[in-house]
């Protein structure tokens, strides 16, 4: 897979796709899958730490906020869609330096494809704090469209596993039960780096690394109570696959027992005629011999009571 090295820059009415030799001031570098060369190269440019770009390369890093000299490293997880019932989480490093503001992510994911030509009026690189809140804000706004995306997939897959107990379906439903599992993960880190966010936001050894202004604070408002309707709504959802999980384990387990004792009782009754047919088939000296001509309608006939009378019982038992 080719790695993507995009340099934007947008004033609120122009949308430019820059080249790296191009780069200039308030500009934002979007690093997808980046080479050790690019990192090198971006770090060069922007002075920040080759170690703020390397984070976001490890698939285990954890969430947080770091704070070096004129730079700060906002390290996030993002959801990603796979397929229609397995979603994951991977890091998403934001880089803001004094001059530009640096994303860096192992997999092209649609939070980035969110600021483009259409939706320049809506954000601007200059304002570097705000751009990396609109970041944070768009996470939070996919989290919560992947999360109505699994209750739907959840709600199709109780009525196909209501009409047909399969397997296709209980390995979907583990599938979203894995995808909430990692979702829950994620937005409780992000709900702590968002946290420590709204503490620095006055703090005097980052204001000029993050400023904030009245308008960004709603923004970042706006951010820490997407993301608790995230955590809120991942938590009701993993409930509630857990409990359809166990439910249908449930069902699984009588349907098993049902079909047992169905055929336990049909093995009783199949017994009485074999065993009666044996007496009478012995090479021994037996009631209604050769010199009855009725004694294999007897023997028929008394089959056919003692295998009525005990599927009776069985049937009174509601055993069969």
Known sequence: MRTLLRVFK????????????????????????????????????????????????????????????????????????????????????????????VTVCLEENPVFLEFNDYTRRSF???????????????????????????????????????????????????????SLTYFSASVRSNGVVLDRLLRIRSSAHTAHILPVYEEDEDLLEDVIIENSQATQMVEMYSRIIAAMMETFASIISNNLNMVMKFLTAMTIILAIPTMIASFWGMNVI?????????????????CVLLTGITAYYLIRRKIL
């Open 10 to 101: 947008n004033d609120g009415s122009l949308f430019q796709t820059l080249a790296i030799e191009d780069l200039t001031r308030n500009c934002w570098i979007s690093l997808v899958r980046p080479t050790e060369q690019e990192l090198e190269r971006v770090s060069d440019l922007t002075g920040a730490p080759m170690d703020f770009f390397r984070a976001a390369l490890d698939e285990e890093e954890r969430s947080r906020i770091e704070v070096e000299d004129d730079f700060a490293l906002v390290l996030v997880n993002i959801p990603l869609m796979t397929n229609e019932t397995n979603y994951d989480t991977l890091p998403l490093g934001i880089v803001v330096t004094p001059d530009i503001i």
């Open 124 to 178: 601007n690189t200059a304002k570097r704090t705000r751009f990396l809140f609109q970041i944070l804000l768009k996470a939070a706004t996919f989290y919560l469209r992947y999360i109505r995306q699994i209750s739907r997939a959840n709600e199709r897959i109780e009525k196909d596993l209501r009409r047909f107990m399969h397997n296709k379906g209980i390995f979907e439903l583990m599938d979203l039960q894995q």
């Open 286 to 302: 037996v009631p209604f011999g050769e010199r009855t001509p009725y004694g294999f309608v007897f023997v028929i006939a008394l």
